[in-house]
């Protein structure tokens, strides 16, 4: 500078990448030690304790980003540091591109085409890619449900883009984008598209039907009835943890893996149904490290393996009706009914809500009660029946 003195910056460097940010002080090159401020500067005090503030909202970003788990850019970084003037600029639509974008950098690929197509189907309706937060108001959103119904979307379907767009606006005001004031889904009730299309759990009769179903006419659902016994002896396992599960996973009586969802470490004892199947794959000696041919591959990227689980899962659930049919069960089985079906089962056995929770790697009660919402429903109505058994002295 033309006085002699120098700007003191913040320096912050990411995948060889570096981006400078001003902090608005200077000083003359013998006032600095390379931390900070010597006391022959005048305001030395001062001025330290303003740029340790900064330094400290600097790491409290960093901590935020890892506690969530999202990578991010440094134009990410840049938005959060400075604050509401530069951040209010940003649309809905950049936001989403912006976690999106996070998402893949984190190899996260089901998480983002989730996000992706919830942002697809939002600016088909609203066609202004403009957008702000702060006119993201209820109405609009209103009007989006409504838009959607009109292309036969089902109440689950719709909930499902819901929770992505509130998710984003959160992300928003967690990154200084809009205020908490702007927040519409306080009078946007989410949970009014709950408890509806519900998915019938199977019985353990119904479940012992398709285990013990004849295919030998059928060679083509083998896999469909090993997997659909072993995700439901496995504890309702996902689909995702079938497919990536690995040889290695199994150690001393015991399936041990991290749960893709939630990141878990789950600890499965295996019992005999699925020890046979396990034998039974394993015994293929295919190429890969994989237990199941379904990933054929090892050194698949992120993004073909979620390729290859959305494909895979689609066969899957279509082959599960083939096998209940001929079952003779009159139920829509999908893999999402298997892991209904164990909740339920454990729960009419005794065991408690909190530890079929567990078992099955919830991150909380309530996402387990809505599993057992059809089966408490059937425990009222036989509680209810009771109603109807007078005694001799009431008659």
């Not at 003779?328 to 056995?349: E, G, P």
Request: with cysteine; charged share 30%; hydrophobic share 35%.
């Amino acid at each position: 500078m033309k006085d002699l003195t120098f700007p003191i910056v913040l320096q912050i460097i990411k995948d060889g990448k570096t981006k400078i940010l001003s902090t608005g002080i200077s000083c003359l090159k013998k006032d600095w030690d390379g931390l900070e401020l010597k006391k022959s500067h005048p305001n030395f005090q001062k001025r330290n304790l303003i740029l340790h503030g900064i330094k400290q909202k600097a790491l409290k970003i960093l901590d935020e980003y890892q506690a969530d788990d999202m990578d991010f850019s440094l134009l990410d970084f840049e938005y959060k540091f400075k604050g509401d003037k530069l951040n209010s600029k940003i649309t809905v639509y950049e936001h989403f591109q912006d976690i999106i974008n996070r998402m893949k950098l984190s190899n996260r690929i089901g998480n983002s085409r989730a996000y992706y197509d919830t942002c697809n189907s939002f600016f088909k309706f609203h066609l202004d890619k403009d957008l702000t937060f702060k006119n993201l108001n209820v109405s609009k959103i209103e009007n989006y449900e409504a838009y959607l119904r009109s292309r036969n979307n089902q109440d689950s379907g719709i909930a499902f883009k819901m929770r992505a767009l509130r998710a984003v606006f959160n992300s928003a005001i967690r990154n200084n984008i809009v205020k908490q004031d702007f927040y519409p889904f306080t009078k946007y009730k989410i949970s009014k598209l709950k408890g509806k299309g519900i998915k019938r759990a199977l019985t353990r009769a119904e479940v012992k039907r398709i285990i013990d179903v004849d295919i030998e006419e059928r060679p083509d659902l083998i896999n469909t009835k090993n997997y659909f016994i072993f995700c439901y002896f496995a504890r309702g396992v996902n689909w995702i943890d079938v497919l990536r599960l690995k040889k290695s996973d199994i150690q001393d009586g015991y399936i041990t893996y991290i749960r893709s969802k939630t990141k878990g470490r789950f600890m499965v004892k295996i019992l005999a149904p699925v020890q046979e199947i396990l034998d039974y794959y394993i015994l293929q000696e295919r190429n890969t490290s994989y237990v199941f041919p379904i990933l054929l591959k090892d050194d698949l990227t992120p993004i073909q393996i979620e390729n290859r689980k959305q494909k895979t899962l689609k066969k899957f659930n279509k082959d599960l009706k083939e096998l209940a049919r001929l079952a003779k069960v009159a139920k829509n089985v999908t893999s999402y009914v298997i892991r209904h079906s164990y909740a339920s089962n454990l729960k009419q056995l005794g065991v408690s809500t909190d530890k079929i929770s567990e078992s099955m790697g919830h991150s909380n009660l309530e996402v387990t009660k809505s599993y057992l919402r059809d089966f408490e429903t059937v425990e009222i109505d036989f509680e209810n029946e009771k109603l109807l058994n007078f005694s001799k002295n009431e008659i």
